[in-house]
């Protein structure tokens, strides 16, 4: 198959990345790589949803990995995965005798080992420079979902539903496959009673996720609702005011730099440096941009508040609100040289068992069985924008009956993907960021 005919296969049918910003994946495949990289690292506490995806269809994924590599004329493809992911492991070792240039690469249980470029790393040896991507050292990284939802392109079913993991205070944690569209809400009910009384909720991982509702609207990029008492510290950070985070940095950040000892793009070296950043910051000196600038370069995997600082504090929160005006300013950044990898980054890699002992989520690391078959639902909102780039462009209006599958709205302007329904129904509201079709 030609790339380009792959890539309008993967726009058509609105494949992209199945986690984090949801990056077109057709835009991803480039021949400049030659080294093709499966995500099943599950990067977060408590997230299970890739490796068990890989487990119950490691035939398909394994087909399409195969296509992807003959596409652009990558030489090597590695499925890696963590030592611990033994189910996963022997659920693809018998295939890996029929596919010549796939082989398994086990990495150490530690966090965040799924950071494409933490992972490039960890797999290739090749060092990505900061400001850049994989395949500026010849690496393309897909996840698990992403690879699986591309086999399903190529046959003919665009990516209509999803894969998310329920957590924590849930009577059954498990990791349901649903129409996108519904809300948190809903599929809540899945994993049976919630066991707090007063229940928050984070979308997405512990480390990375936000506050989010039951209001929430499940998009092609939601890995995991986790629901946790209002109490607990990962609620309380995240309602935290970016100015009192600063002003409990001016008081009381001890510049033991642990948050930089341990930061995991520093120790590839990367010029991030977290305690000079709080230093800087806390102290309002402004005749030294570089800390603000490097603030660019942090990946945000929330190790330094999260585990590293021993006074509480938040350098990743205050990080993120630096790097959130500096792009408004129009400030990208920029690209560096390859650098130095710090010769103790082994010793000072986090233990995920440990991790999540710290934040206080080892009760809940449980298993989370896997339902691909769950009730009907009634309605979907199916945003517009659910992934990077231009939002997609409605081809229906208010009143027309669709059927599971159909093209409900196409890719607009430039970096875009295809929408499709997830459910047979009648569209009743089609507005500017949303299309809303219920059942009949």
């Known amino acids: 198959m030609k790339l380009t005919d792959l890539q309008g296969i993967l726009k058509e049918n609105g494949i992209v990345g199945a986690g984090g910003a949801g990056f077109p994946t057709y835009a991803k495949l480039n021949e400049k790589a030659d080294t093709i990289i499966l995500n099943c690292a599950e990067c977060e506490p408590l997230l299970k949803l890739h490796r068990q995806v890989l487990e119950t269809h490691p035939r ?76 500026s050292v010849g690496v393309t990284v897909l996840n698990v979902e992403t690879v699986y939802n591309l086999y399903r392109a190529i046959n003919g079913r665009p990516v209509t539903r999803k894969y998310v993991t329920i957590a924590g205070e849930v009577e059954k944690p498990v990791t349901v496959r649903v129409p996108i569209g519904v809300t948190v809400g809903e599929i809540l ?65 001890c510049q033991c730099s642990y948050c930089t000892s341990l930061c995991s793009r520093n120790l590839l070296g990367h010029p991030i440096n977290p305690s000079e950043f709080m230093r800087v910051a806390s102290n309002g000196i402004t005749n030294d941009a570089a800390p603000y600038l490097d603030a660019m370069y942090c990946s945000g995997c929330g190790l330094c508040e999260q585990y590293s600082c021993v ?64 009730p009907n639902f009634k309605k979907v909102t199916v945003l ?26 196409t890719a607009g302007e430039g970096l875009s993907v295809a929408l499709h329904s997830p459910i047979n129904g009648k569209v009743i509201a089609v507005g500017k960021t949303a299309i809303i079709i219920e059942k009949q």
């Open 60 to 135: 398909e994924i394994f087909e399409a990995l195969e296509l992807i590599s003959k596409t652009v004329n990558a030489k090597k493809v590695y499925v890696a995965l963590k030592k611990s992911y033994v189910d996963a492991a022997n659920a693809v070792k018998p295939f890996l005798e029929f596919f010549d240039n796939i082989e398994i690469c086990l990495l150490d249980d530690v966090y965040p080992a799924g950071d494409e470029v933490i992972l490039t790393y960890e797999v290739t040896g090749r060092i990505v420079p900061p400001g850049d991507i994989p395949l």
């Open 189 to 253: 009910e899945l994993a049976g009673e919630i066991t707090t009384d007063d229940p928050a909720f984070i979308i997405g991982g512990p480390m990375m996720g936000s506050i989010g509702s039951k209001a929430n609207i499940v998009t092609k990029t939601t890995n995991a609702v986790l629901v946790l008492p209002s109490s607990h510290s990962l609620i309380r950070r995240r309602q935290s005011k970016t100015f009192i985070d600063m002003k409990r940095a001016m008081a009381a950040c």
């Open 311 to 374: 006074q509480n504090l938040s350098p990743r929160m205050l990080l993120a609100a630096c790097k959130q005006e500096l792009r408004k300013a129009g400030i990208k950044p920029a690209s560096k040289e390859a650098p130095v990898v710090n010769p103790n980054r082994a010793l000072r890699q986090v233990p995920m068992s440990r991790l999540t002992s710290r934040i206080g989520l080892k009760k809940y690391n449980k298993a989370a069985p896997i339902i691909e078959a769950v």
């Open 384 to 409: 517009l924008s659910q992934h990077v780039g231009a939002p997609s462009v409605p081809v229906v209006e208010k009143g027309d009956v669709v059927k599971e599958k159909q093209l409900i709205a």
